[in-house]
């Protein structure tokens, strides 16, 4: 099953990932980052729910985003 991880103090909260994302999967989280932007995740019931795709990390401006396959 694929795994999608975002290096959260990174993120800026562009949510390029959240647009590109086909089962739209992808949502800003709650919590605030160091830089105090709402990063981007995809939470743990969500995450069966992903194809591996990869289009989330592609779109992603500051390669935040791994996909394990």
Do not use: W
Not at 11 to 20: D, S, V
Not at 31 to 59: F, W
Request: charged content about 30%.
């Amino acid at each position: 099953m694929p795994r999608v991880t975002f290096k959260e103090e990174r993120c800026k909260g562009c949510g390029n990932c959240i647009l590109a994302c086909p089962k739209k999967i992808i949502a800003f989280s709650e919590k605030l980052n160091n830089k105090g932007y709402h990063p981007a995740e995809v939470t743990e019931d969500r995450m069966s729910q992903c194809i591996g795709c990869v289009s989330c990390a592609r779109m992603c401006p500051d390669c935040v985003i791994v996909v394990e396959k």
